[in-house]
């Protein structure tokens, strides 16, 4: 009986167009991605961005804390409880969203442990809608806040709300606290 001999087929040299085709689906080296349009450029409105979203490291965040403290004491900015100055924590009215341009100061407000877990990353409308007077106490306690938010717990309070955050802000009044 002879034997047989399987022998391995010859390898074939790809036609050019499969080599081709071959070649275009193998994965590219990768590439730098432009950093154009991410604020980085060099214009009059970019550096003006670039100064008003720059990143808060820890130390802006205490000196934050600090300057909040010294104007409004301890107290939560949503619902005015005094809490010990340990317990009072720092948080983003407009939530950021791992977004660096709202770690600026006229975002941030003075709020207790309490408050703070409750809002989580919850949207300021949602927030202040949920119980009114909480935009009363951003009235009173955000005068330091953007334009935009402050004019949204104005409108959100309403006339009596604002009269009455204007009240509680006076030291004078005599049921302040």
């Known amino acids: 009986m002879p034997s047989r001999s399987n022998p391995k087929p010859a390898a074939h040299p790809k036609p050019a167009a499969a080599a081709h085709a071959a070649a275009k689906k193998a994965p590219a080296a990768k590439r730098s991605r432009s950093r154009r349009g991410r604020g980085g450029g060099g214009g009059a409105a970019s550096q003006e961005s670039a100064l008003s979203s720059m990143p808060t490291g820890r130390a802006a965040y205490a000196e934050t804390r600090r300057w909040l403290v010294a104007r409004h ?3 939560c900015a949503y619902c005015a409880r005094k809490v010990r100055a340990q317990e009072i924590t720092l948080d983003h009215v407009a939530p ?3 977004m660096t341009a709202y770690d600026r100061r ?3 407000v003075l709020c207790c ?3 703070n877990i409750a809002k989580a990353d919850k949207t300021t409308m949602a927030w ?3 119980k009114r007077n909480r935009a009363v106490q951003l009235i009173r306690f955000g005068g330091h806040l953007s334009e ?3 004019e ?3 409108d959100l309070a309403g006339p009596e709300g604002v009269a009455l955050a204007e009240r509680l802000s006076d030291p004078d009044y005599p049921y302040s606290d």
């Open 106 to 108: 006229d975002n941030l």
């Open 96 to 98: 950021r969203r791992g």
């Open 128 to 130: 202040l809608l949920a």
């Open 113 to 115: 442990l309490a408050c």
């Open 148 to 150: 935009g938010l402050v």
């Open 152 to 154: 949204m717990a104005r």
């Open 73 to 75: 004491g301890n107290t």
